[in-house]
């Protein structure tokens, strides 16, 4: 589109010549300016979207940790069940991040993660009806709410996209800067289209990642899983300990 854009702007100039002169190249810096502007506040906006998502990794994997630490405080054998519950939990949460997922595989994902987070309270419930004074409890509790909340976070976080809107509009002013730069071309101050199409490369590279940053689940710019990797050996080794 946006090279389509070029080629009508400079049959343009050309058929216009040197009566379509004026103020040309005032009109096409101002619209440049428009364009980086719009660039600028587009990549803000994706950049801002994905650093929220790593931390909301990084929160999530530290309150399951944490979860995980408080579960072998309980009392045999709920914390070796907790333990096995948590693993299979941040397994979950590993898997659907190794693949681009399909709409169904994600809802069964966070329908997998929601039993066993079920299962996870129904063994605070067992514990809590034996003895309620027992305060590693009320600290297992707190921690698996905190978990509980982060899990949410992260999945807002990953559902929170720059509107297509400004995609659009994005697109529509590099368009019509394209467009404008192409008949400035066209009326023979630049005879060459090399610059105008180098022009054009960058603006759709730049244009391409922020739509890649902006894809939390199948850009090429993905939001690094190694906290969750890292806790998900963690408690692999908690339970490996508890089952011995």
Known sequence: MIVAASEI??????RAGTRGDENVLTLE??????????????????????????????????AIGTTALRARLLPS?????????????VQVRLDITQRVPSPVELDAAIARSNEIQEA?????????????????TGFFIQS??????????????????????VFLTLSGI??????????????GRRPSRLPVYVMIGL???????????????TGFIKVSQQPMINTAASVK????????
């Not at 702007?9 to 050309?14: D, H, N, P, V």
């Not at 054998?77 to 939990?89: G, I």
């Not at 590099?174 to 009326?187: E, H, P, Q, T």
């Open 237 to 244: 080794a908690m339970l490996a300990r508890a089952d011995g």
């Open 174 to 187: 590099a368009a019509i800067a394209s467009a404008f730069a192409g008949y400035a071309s066209g009326l």
């Open 77 to 89: 054998p709920h914390n070796t069940e907790c333990l096995k519950l948590l693993n299979d939990f």
């Open 144 to 165: 698996l709410n905190e978990m509980m909340g982060n899990q949410d976070k992260r999945l807002n976080a990953i559902r929170d996209r720059v509107p297509n809107i």
């Open 29 to 62: 810096a101002a619209v440049l300016g428009l364009l980086a502007l719009m660039i600028g506040f587009t990549f803000a906006m994706a950049l801002s979207r994905f650093e929220a998502r790593r931390d909301a990794v990084a929160n999530e994997a530290g």
């Open 203 to 217: 603006i759709c590279a730049v244009i391409f990642m922020i739509q890649d940053l902006d894809r939390p689940l």
């Open 120 to 136: 996870l309270w129904q063994e605070v419930q067992v514990v809590t009806e034996t003895d309620k004074e027992m305060l590693p």
């Open 9 to 14: 702007g400079r049959l343009l100039g050309a």
